[in-house]
């Protein structure tokens, strides 16, 4: 028998129902009512009210100060600025290059941990307990190691985006493969399916969503350590332009560096699981929120 399952053969052969469900059904579009885009509008408007009266009122809660921390309308000031100002796409474009350099470097290096280790006894006990090791050590301690065995800034820049994304796709990716029924395996393997159509048609479709929320995941953490990977030797970047705000005091452009990386990942994970929704058109539409 070919050591794939043939068309024919999974027409004839009897449904499993497994923890993916009775059938795939088409997916359908996400859309929001408009309730809940008045509630997540609502929301949006009250931290901005609560941002403004505790800003403007320079509140003093002991623990907490907002003494020094600007209103809303003194940032929207320094962002409109910035919109004008001749080196905004240096800024982003030496970001996203590193954001993204860093991101795809650990969904393909995430991605093909997390299939060895969900699959493998061996690779989970050889692989596993140093990525465990690895995985709390946050992104600023790897500055001066990253340093040290990287010549260039750029790829140091780009290693520290890349720590930051890995460990949410390897988790998930492993998490998505243990999750495939294995009678879904085991229905494969009798239809005449080697490992490799196994893992292409069984074990990546199963896993799939999984991973796309990993990668998800890690697109917004390459984005939270931006600033930190920046840090290095940066001359450009977001992650530079707020640093270099805090160092020169100019408060309204750190909350505007703050906010432009959060649009821009919180952009970026939307994108990312767009992407993985075009990507993985069998996930029913019952997944919908």
């Given at each position: 028998m070919s050591g794939s399952i043939s068309a024919s053969a999974i027409e004839t052969a009897p449904p499993i129902r497994g923890a993916r469900g009775p059938a795939i059904r088409a997916r359908s579009p996400r859309t929001l009512p408009l309730g809940r885009l008045a509630r997540r509008g609502l929301a949006l408007a009250l931290s901005l009210a609560a941002w403004h009266l505790a800003a403007s009122h320079r509140l003093d809660l002991g623990l907490v100060t907002f003494r020094n921390v600007p209103t809303p309308a003194a940032?929207?000031?320094?962002?409109?600025?910035?919109?004008?100002?001749?080196?905004?796409?240096?800024?982003?474009g030496a970001s996203l290059v590193r954001v993204l350099s860093g991101f795809l470097a650990?969904?393909?290096t995430g991605i093909a941990l997390g299939l060895a280790i969900g699959r493998s006894r061996l690779a989970r006990d050889l692989l596993l307990p140093p990525l465990e090791v690895l995985r709390p050590i946050p992104a600023v301690a790897w500055i001066p190691l990253a340093i040290l065995m990287f010549p260039s800034s750029e790829v140091s820049m780009a290693f520290i985006t890349f720590t930051g994304a890995l460990f949410p796709i390897l988790?998930?990716?492993?998490?998505?493969?243990?999750s495939v029924h294995p009678r879904l395996v085991?229905?494969?393997?009798?239809?005449?399916?080697?490992d490799t159509a196994i893992l292409r048609e069984v074990i990546l479709p199963g896993a799939a969503p999984s991973i796309v929320t990993?990668?998800?995941?890690?697109?917004?953490?390459?984005?939270?350590?931006?600033?930190?990977?920046?840090?290095?030797?940066?001359?450009?970047?977001?992650?530079y332009f707020t640093w270099e705000s805090y160092t020169l005091q100019n408060y309204d452009d750190i909350v505007v560096g703050m906010l432009l990386i959060g649009l821009l990942g919180m952009g970026s994970s939307l994108v990312v699981r767009w992407l993985g929704e075009r990507a993985t058109p069998w996930i029913g539409a019952g997944a919908q929120r």
């Open positions: 940032a929207a000031q320094a962002a409109w600025a910035l919109l004008h100002a001749p080196l905004l796409p240096t800024h982003l650990a969904l393909g988790l998930n990716t492993v998490h998505g493969v243990e085991a229905a494969a393997r009798s239809l005449g399916a080697g990993g990668a998800a995941i890690g697109m917004g953490t390459a984005w939270f350590c931006l600033v930190t990977a920046e840090m290095i030797s940066g001359q450009y970047g977001i992650g």
